[in-house]
């Protein structure tokens, strides 16, 4: 069982910058071999979940929303079985509950249906 667990979430301005954690718990380090994809989603209050940006395991390919290329980082750490969000330049439309979000394959889906594993959500909120 995989267990996905988000921290780093809070309120700031406008133009600044918060990063997510997402630890994966319940197995012991994930091999990079295995063919897995982690995301991030997010979802505003009255709206659809919505992709963020995604990534493999194994640390190649990553692809983004259109509305956050740029600004936005997906990151991982092997070592620490954690998967990161790096988000700069922040508006007031970036605000909602962001998810992490595991599948295994090697597609990069931008698809909700496609993740098996999501966690609890953290609360970012960005104020004009």
């Known amino acids: 069982q995989v267990q996905l667990v988000e921290s780093g979430g809070g309120s700031v301005q406008a133009g600044g910058s918060l990063g997510l954690s997402c630890a994966v718990s319940?197995?012991?380090?994930?091999?990079?071999?295995?063919?897995?994809?982690m995301g991030w989603f997010r979802q505003a209050p009255g709206k659809e979940r919505e992709f963020v940006a995604g990534m493999h395991w194994s640390g190649g390919s990553t692809n983004y929303a259109d509305s956050v290329k740029g600004r936005f980082t997906i990151s991982r750490d092997n070592a620490k079985n954690t998967l990161y969000l790096q988000m700069n330049s922040l508006k007031a439309e970036d605000t909602a509950v962001y998810y992490c979000?595991?599948?295994?394959?090697?597609?990069?889906?931008?698809?909700?249906?496609?993740?098996?594993?999501w966690g609890q959500g953290t609360q970012v909120t960005v104020s004009s």
């Open positions: 979000a595991w599948k295994s394959g090697y597609s990069l889906s931008t698809q909700r249906r496609d993740y098996n594993y």
């Open positions: 319940g197995r012991t380090s994930i091999p990079t071999s295995i063919p897995i994809v």
